[in-house]
């Protein structure tokens, strides 16, 4: 088993920034990436951003490119989500996730709510 525990979220007023974070513990030897996805209220759950743990690849969803940058520690086995010049179709639960060998998503953090203000 993973276990995965964010933090960083808020409210923020439009055009601000905020910085999220995801701590992996347990059997992490077993994935091989790291992504964050965010679900709005009656909305499906939505990729965001991920990241292998060698940092070689990276991948954004379209509605987030040039404003939000993933990024990994390996030693603290912590992932982190920069996102500035938030929108206020931002404003959802963001949830941290780790990628297994066969490419599914299958661990899941909490979430953290992330309120962007017009």
């Known amino acids: 088993q993973v276990q995965l525990v964010e933090s960083g979220g808020g409210l923020v007023q439009a055009g601000g920034s905020l910085r999220l974070s995801c701590v992996a513990s347990?059997?992490?030897?077993?994935?091989?990436?790291m992504g964050w996805f965010r679900q709005a209220p009656g909305k499906e759950r939505e990729f965001v951003a991920a990241?292998?743990?060698?940092?070689?690849?990276?991948d954004y969803a379209d509605s987030v490119k040039d404003r939000f940058t993933i990024s990994r520690d390996n030693v603290k086995l912590t992932v982190s989500l920069q996102m500035n010049s938030l929108r206020p179709e931002d404003t959802a639960v963001y949830y941290c996730?780790?990628?297994?060998?066969?490419?599914?998503?299958?661990?899941w953090g909490q979430g953290t709510q992330v309120t962007v203000s017009s």
């Open positions: 996730a780790a990628q297994n060998i066969r490419r599914r998503f299958e661990y």
């Open positions: 347990g059997r992490t030897g077993s994935t091989v990436a």
């Open positions: 990241i292998t743990w060698t940092g070689d690849s990276t």
